[in-house]
């Protein structure tokens, strides 16, 4: 007779036969014998006169959705562990599923009634539950998830993880993981910067494990401060998210963008200085746009009172030829956007002092031409940039004289916007723009509504990120 195959059994009645066969000290193979052995005898126990209670528990209830990500979230005991209610909340407002396990100290701080109300699942208390254990509950835990939250952390629980200890549930469950695990540590100041605490964290970072917090500020012990505070729930949200939502490639991924903004300052003598009123918001909002979109970023500002954007490699400059010296350092790039405002000439002899005003006839000052950037970069034999786009800002004529420039500096892309005094562009937040491109003798022309500067920036990024993908689609492959 051949031998009894369980395997290709449903589910259902693989975990009957196993919670069954835990309950009478059996193994699966013989429980099935007993109950041939009562079928035959005409005595069957049939399935449902099973406890309610003592049904298996499936992995995740079937009508959720696959594309849910699933947390299983170890609550600690100590006083931070009120927190993780809300962060149960936090995470299923984002459609996270939440699986809870309670330590036994949590449970002084916590009920739960409390976690299971909030995940709308059941809570995990005991290593040895017979609801859960009769098929390894504790593996499940750790491996029917995406990702394992320990939020409170605390520093007997850290020990245990850096040891390998696993005398309780949630220590089973975080030695069982294959899964990523993010740890919110909370704990007095003195206790996480006690050396044993320093000695478990690095042995945890180098295992792979990922910290968020703890954060600096006063403790629920009266005048106790300092850092040791679980991180807030919305973070611990974010770092969680990170792991189970990760951003896709970015438009830009793997280009390097050289960008540059605001105006020049050239000095007529150690007070002074020739100058014009470009604020270099709208080259800043392109540098943290292009950021966004994936890319490495480079940003060669002038004079300028802007934060620099995250993320972004900022150069300070003051003079166009400076200017000139830093973005020549810069290269190579993919793509290279000159927005600033550069100053079209300097004093030929800067004084050495400050010039004096006097009876006599005002000083002459002589001035030379600057350097043209954009005009140097576009035409550079060698190391030129796939994608070069110059800024035209004019007063007048505006269309004609944006062509112009674009055939005489030689960019592939002029950005045009009209800078009179009444359009407030120059120093202000808002910008209408006209993306005019070059086709070999064919100029085409694009027309954006009023945008504010961020969102020009969000457009024109776009529309690079569109224009290297057309042009690595019409590339022979080889």
């Not at 009769?134 to 990702?147: S, T, V």
Request: glycine share 6%.
């Amino acid at each position: 007779m051949a031998s009894l195959t369980v395997r290709k059994l449903d589910e259902a009645i693989k975990a009957y036969l196993r919670l069954r066969s835990a309950q009478n000290g059996r193994s699966v193979e013989e429980e099935v014998r007993v109950i041939l052995r009562e079928y035959v005898q005409g005595r069957p126990e049939p399935l449902s006169t099973l406890p309610a209670e003592m049904s298996a528990e499936p992995a995740w209830p079937e009508n959720i959705s696959t594309a849910e990500p699933r947390v299983t979230l170890i609550i600690g005991g100590g006083i931070a562990a009120y927190k993780s209610l809300d962060l149960i909340r936090r995470l299923k407002e984002r459609h996270i599923r939440v699986r809870c396990v309670l330590t036994h100290a949590a449970q002084h701080f916590v009920t739960p009634l409390a976690a299971s109300a909030l995940s709308g699942e059941r809570v995990h208390t005991d290593l040895f539950d017979p609801h859960s254990e009769f098929d390894a509950g504790h593996i499940r835990l750790a491996r029917d998830c995406d990702l394992i939250v320990v939020a409170p952390a605390t520093a007997d629980l850290m020990s245990k993880m850096a040891q390998g200890a696993a005398d309780d549930l949630a220590s089973a469950v975080l030695l069982a993981a294959t899964r990523p695990i993010l740890l919110a540590p909370a704990m007095n100041p003195a206790m996480w910067s006690n050396a044993a605490t320093r000695r478990n964290v690095a042995e945890l970072e180098r295992d792979g494990v990922a910290l968020v917090g703890p954060n600096a500020g006063e403790m629920a012990e009266a005048g106790e401060a300092g850092t040791g505070r679980m991180a807030e729930p919305l973070e611990i949200v974010a770092a969680a998210e990170r792991f189970l939502r990760p951003k896709k490639p970015g438009l830009l991924s793997g280009k390097r963008i050289l960008i540059t903004a605001g105006p020049t300052h050239e000095p007529i003598d150690p007070v002074r200085y020739i100058a014009n009123r470009s604020s270099g918001k709208q080259g800043f909002a392109i540098a943290a746009a292009a950021r966004a979109a994936g890319a490495e970023v480079v940003l060669v500002a002038g004079p300028v009172e802007l934060d620099a954007p995250k993320g972004v490699s900022v150069v300070h400059v003051e003079s166009a030829r400076d200017m000139l010296r830093a973005v020549e350092a810069a290269l190579p790039v993919d793509i290279a956007i000159f927005a600033a405002a550069v100053a079209d000439w300097r004093v030929m002899s800067q004084g050495e002092q400050k010039l004096k005003k006097t009876d006599a006839a005002m000083p002459p000052l002589q001035l030379v031409e600057n350097p043209d950037i954009l005009a140097t970069i576009s035409h550079r034999a060698e190391g030129r940039p796939s994608l070069v786009i110059g800024f035209a800002a004019e007063t007048e004529h505006l269309i004609d004289n944006a062509k112009s420039k674009l055939r005489r500096k030689g960019c592939d892309w002029i950005v045009a916007n009209d800078v009179s005094p009444a359009t407030g562009v120059m120093g202000g937040d808002r910008n209408t723009v006209h993306l005019l491109r070059r086709d070999g003798d064919t100029i085409g022309l694009d027309s954006w509504p009023v945008m504010t500067k961020e969102q020009v920036a969000v457009a024109l990024v776009a529309e690079i990120a569109r224009g290297v993908s057309e042009r690595a689609e019409s590339e022979p492959t080889t």
